[in-house]
């Protein structure tokens, strides 16, 4: 083998270690959050990024009306990170 053959070896070596250490893990964590997201119903136990715990009280299509203590709010769906007791992959709940 040439001096060639062997670096378009490694770099392709490289680029499979990549792929599957760094991007396939992301994209099925990304897949995973997704699926949680689009399962909230009413009735759902919700804690947001921000650290709100609260009930779902109605579902709109981006957004989310939870009832938290005696506040009732509005917020985006995006910003959960757990629906009762399963967490988003990589969120820090």
Known sequence: MNQMTLLVLQLVGIGLVFYFLIIRPQGQARKRAE??????????????????????KEVKDARLVIESG??????ERARVVRVG????????A
């Open 70 to 75: 005696t506040a009732t709010l509005l917020i």
């Open 85 to 92: 007791d399963q967490a988003a992959p990589g969120a820090v």
């Open 35 to 56: 699926t949680m997201l689009s399962a909230i119903k009413k009735g759902d136990e919700i804690v947001t990024a921000g650290g709100i715990v609260g009930r779902v």
